[in-house]
């Protein structure tokens, strides 16, 4: 039964097939053995059950890629990018797969070969415009703070400061996320901290564009974000986003070559340092929650005990673990460009998340991220309309923040 | 295919899940083998009726048709290598209400193995076997290979659940086979014929599985050892001393040190052997059962022993076993699983020859698995890329074969024959056997259109 398309096909394989990427992966390829572990956890998977939306059948359409069985499709382009980029497979692969890797290199060749899903085109644009991910114009980036009334803009931003805080594009342009940037601004003024915002000095980290394939796009980026930092003589940087923390951690020195002569720090370790050296006080909280680890904090930077001293540092607080936590943590559905690209199963990889969330008890969620706050709230929302649930998603800085008032009162 | 042929399956089983496209063959070309046969078709299926539906079309048209599961199979039963229809379960996954009166539970053959478990874990019981792949694999697919696991020595396989199935037989009939209940007699036992005959007699839809109470409380013990022969020797006394333990692991001096490279946990690296007891029952029992254990280890010179009785150090114990594949795998770029099965008695004479025939080779096979049953796994790290080493690994493969039968053995104990082992099935099988054996599949599939290439081969 041989199969005529096919073999049309193959002899057409692209000629820019001699620039892919994945080419030079060859032993990492190899090195998966099929074992299907990836099934057990890819939350793609999870949700279609169809083996070419996971890990292992992307590997062995890469695979096919490079050997040259077939050429790069759109077809092939929609599997491949149908991720939430979790990492989980990465973390658990048997055979030590850097899966994580293969999937950034067959992204890039999927660029240079014009495959990839129209939607990032438009993404590109809007950052390559406005330099954030939505069309507003970047002097917004601290329009949520003006809303607080009684601000005074001039003590936000500053020309020099000793902490920088990157408040990535959700946060700073998504009303629904305005609460987390206020909450931790209040609490750094609380502990007396000398910061600044970069207010239109801050572009887009780059991280939607790393996700796409378009690293060579982010360089720049890159370059802007950290001189504006070195200008303002900053010993820190803090990003309350965990996927900023990601890309300014582990991607910007490898993409420009400089070294950051400052810390970049994720907010719930800086929050935790202020507590301890008693900066703040947490007041007291007599409630149960449970804390999801964000992809890009957790697995791809390793912090998972920060944020959980930083809950249990509020008296009263009772920390529940999810069934799946820490390295083993599910992915909320929001991580990638899924939500854009297929909101629909980003949705159903959310409700799995609060699925697990209520199993705990807790009343409240937590997470140390705008976007896994934002997909879990909305999880549980629709979880609620459809009776009987009172639970609410929420940031540890949101919580920290709480707990203080609620002393107060 | 004609494109007419797959119009009619797309009235069968409808459009979106009839699936002719390149990118799709390629994923389910391969499996945990990761030998690769493209199907010319992909074909989801949702109940029994399709499956007759589609097996009656194919098997007037002669159209081979391969049912796949989660493909984590390790000698290739999923995979189509006369090309037709690929049938992929996974979508019929029910898990009905467990009955926890007779030990029963109802599912579909996509159901996945470790939910099953825990659907009866709600009810205080659970579903012993427990494959290695649990995690991602179906218990049709278990069912069709007749999947084994750690706890096999007191526990037994997926065979000794089984009481009952709904098939499709190659020619479209379904037939309901077997009873629920703890006795049965009537007729030919078509269950245990069906379960381990990996999907070429007939297609499983629904499986009534048997389950058994969760044991009040569990042991665990890690034991080292200077050689391979006083580990074996503790294994023989164990079992001499009545005890049949749930699980009994054993590890090889090779594999040790792959996990040491790879965990650096602080493994003696000169350990000839390593073995992981675990005993479960009523606490008494266990304690009991525990303290004879340790008894047995020192009395055969062990290096070291631990005991845990707790979830969380039992975790650590496990920690090593449950490492070692996979820092095996990390060694070379491929990993070829095996899993010859010998009497208890003689696993040190079969560790000895696959060692002497890695040095023969100059391969490097380690070997770990589960001596409580004598189902070892020689596992030989290569890189397939390499032809000239390939044939080594080939003949290498074939000299364990022929030393398991010499021992007493048998070809496969859990990871069944299919493409990779019906070769050598004559090993084991007399002409007489083999023949029968024949006799049986054509009596089921008089045109050989179901799971073709497989098992018996000539």
Known sequence: MADKKNNHEIKNHQSSLKTAKVFKK????????????????????????????????????IEAVANKRIPFTDRLSKKIYTCTMCDFCTSECPSGVKVNELFAAVREDLVENKKYPEVLDYLKDKIEKAYNITFDSNQGRTDWLKQVPGTDIGDYVKQTAEVVYFVGCVSSFSPRSFSIPRAIVKLLKI?????????????????????????????????????????RNAKVLLTSCPSCFHTWKHEYEKLTGIKAGFEIMHVSQYLLKLVKEGAIKPGSLNIKVTYHDPCDLGRNSGIYDEPRQLI????????????????????????????????????KIADNRAEEVLLTGAEIALSACQQCERTMGTALKKKKSEGGVKLKAMDVAELLLKSLESEQN | MKQSQIKYLEEIAGQDFVITDIEDKICFGYDSTRLEFMPDVIVKVKDAGQISSILKFANEYK?????????????????????????????????????????????????????????????????????????????????????????????????????????????????????????SVSGYNIVDLITGSEGTLAIVTKATLGLLPIPKAKASVLATFDDMASAASAVRDIVAAGIITATLEFVDNVTINAIEDYLNIGLDRNTGAMLLIEVDGYEAAVE??????????????????????????????????????????????????????????????????????????????????????GNLHPTILTDLRDKEEEVKVEKAIEEIFIKTIELGGTLSGEHGIGLTKAKFLKLEVSEDAYRLMKNIKKTFDPNNILNPGKLLIN
């Not at chain 2, 007749?146 to 009481?163: Q, S």
């Not at chain 2, 979830?311 to 990390?330: G, H, I, K, T, Y």
């Open chain 2, 63 to 183: 159209i081979p048709v391969t049912p796949r599961g989660a493909a984590t199979g390790l000698s290739g039963g999923c995979l189509a290598v006369n090309g037709g229809i690929s049938l992929v379960m996974l979508e019929m996954n029910a898990i009905s209400e467990v009955n926890n009166v007779d030990l029963l539970v109802e599912v579909q053959a996509g159901a996945i193995t470790v939910d099953v478990d825990k659907a009866a874990n709600k009810y205080g019981l659970f579903y012993p076997p427990d494959p290695g792949s649990l995690k991602t694999s179906t218990i049709g697919g278990n069912i069709a290979e007749n999947a084994g696991g750690l706890r096999g020595l007191k526990y037994g396989v997926t065979k000794d659940y089984v009481k009952s199935l709904e098939l499709v037989l190659p020619t479209g009939e379904i037939i309901n086979t077997g009873a629920i209940t703890v006795k």
């Open chain 1, 312 to 347: 249990k540092s509020i008296p009263d607080v009772e920390l529940i673990e999810m069934a799946s936590a820490k390295k083993q943590a599910n992915c909320c559905g929001g991580g990638g460009n899924i939500e854009s690209l297929d909101p629909a199963l980003s949705a």
């Open chain 1, 191 to 231: 502990a007396n901290v000398d910061f600044t915002l970069l207010s239109e000095d801050e572009w887009c980290c780059g991280f939607p564009l790393l996700g796409s394939g378009m690293r060579q796009e982010v360089k720049t980026l890159a370059e802007h974000n950290i001189e504006a930092v070195i200008k």
């Open chain 2, 288 to 373: 009991a059962e525990a303290q004879t254990v340790k008894d047995v280890c020192g009395k055969n010179n062990c290096s070291s022993f631990r005991l845990a009785t707790s979830a969380e150090e039992r975790d650590r114990l496990w920690s090593a076993r449950r490492a070692a594949l996979s820092s095996l795998a990390r060694v070379r770029p491929s990993t070829i699983l095996e899993d010859a099965t010998v009497p208890r008695s003689r696993i040190v004479e079969l560790v000895e020859a696959v060692n002497d025939i890695a040095k023969k080779y100059g391969l490097s096979i380690g070997t770990f698995g589960h001596a409580g049953d």
């Open chain 1, 26 to 61: 060859g032993d990492d390829l190899f090195a998966c053995s099929r074992c299907g572990t990836c099934l057990a956890i890819c939350p793609v998977y999870k949700n279609t059950l169809d083996e070419s939306f996971a890990p292992r059948g992307k590997l062995s359409l």
